[in-house]
Nanobody, 125 residues
Framework: QVQLVESGGGLVQAGGSVRLSCAAS????????MGWFRRGPGKERDFVASIIRSSGSTYYADSVKGRFTISRDNAKNTVYLQMNSLKPEDTAVYYC??????????????????WGQGTHVTVSS
């Protein structure tokens, strides 16, 4: 199994930047596709970004494309989410997720087997 721990959340002003980190256990981190999801107040958990194990391709929700960047450092067993030009509507709990290999639906929540407990990001206007 893989254990995930998110960090880096906090309070930031609109237009600012935050970099989230997700530390994964184990020595096979590079074999996992990683994703970021978020849940805003009173909302369902939505897809934010993913980075595919096999191809290294990245995918983003339309709402964050051009502002957020997902990356990974396999040597450190860590995936990052760089969030720039933050908006108040980005306020949410951000979750890191992992699934072995390359899922058929990398943007779907149910494709992921392992989840962190989330880190809060609050964007003030």
């Amino acid at each position: 199994q893989v254990q995930l721990v998110e960090s880096g959340g906090g309070l930031v002003q609109a237009g600012g930047s935050v970099r989230l980190s997700c530390a994964a256990s184990g020595r096979t981190f590079s074999t996992y596709t990683m994703g970021w999801f978020r849940r805003g107040p009173g909302k369902e958990r939505d897809f934010v970004a993913s980075i595919i194990r096999s191809s290294g391709s990245t995918y983003y929700a339309d709402s964050v494309k051009g502002r957020f960047t997902i990356s990974r450092d396999n040597a450190k067993n860590t995936v990052y989410l760089q969030m720039n030009s933050l908006k108040p509507e980005d306020t949410a709990v951000y979750y890191c997720a992992a699934v072995l290999g390359t899922p058929l639906w990398g943007t779907r929540e149910r494709s992921y087997d392992y989840w962190g407990q989330g880190t809060h990001v609050t964007v003030s206007s």
